[in-house]
């Protein structure tokens, strides 16, 4: 099994784990608590999702379960998947730095084409008019 293999099975694993951790909490819990929270809480963390951006969430759907009067575990997934989602959006212009300076790293173990790559981006820029550093 190669590298890509490997990383693909492992990330298949975090993901069933990831899902499968929170579909048991929302099956367990009928009423939000503190205890859901929590479980949300250790959940989110252990699926990598971060501390900080575990906390954005958790903040976001306490303040749609007051607002909204959720009682109800299983009525605050949605909730969740929205403030996911939103979080997930980027502008239009998030990638958008051909219209301005831009910096491009390229990283790579040896022989793969690096040189041969940025020569050829190089090559494209300039046709475009723009110009181009290469250092």
């Known amino acids: 099994m190669g590298f890509f293999e490997k990383l693909k099975e492992g ?11 929170m579909d048991q909490i929302f099956n367990s819990y009928e009423k939000v608590t503190e ?12 699926g990598d999702i971060g ?11 306490r303040e749609e379960v007051r607002a909204e009067r959720i009682r109800y575990a299983a009525d605050c997934r949605q909730e969740l998947i ?5 979080r997930m959006k ?6 958008d730095f051909e219209n301005g300076p831009a910096v491009v790293l390229v990283i790579g173990v040896n022989g793969v084409g ?14 475009q008019g723009k110009r181009v550093l290469i250092a």
């Open 35 to 46: 205890e859901f929270y929590d479980e949300l809480e250790e959940t989110m963390i252990m």
């Open 90 to 95: 980027q502008p239009k212009d998030a990638y």
């Open 51 to 61: 501390v900080r951006t575990t906390e954005e969430l958790l903040d976001h759907l």
């Open 11 to 21: 990330l298949k694993k975090t993901r069933a784990s990831f899902t499968d951790g």
């Open 114 to 127: 690096k040189t041969t790559s940025i020569g050829k981006l190089a090559a494209n820029y300039k046709s």
């Open 82 to 86: 929205m403030g996911i989602r939103d």
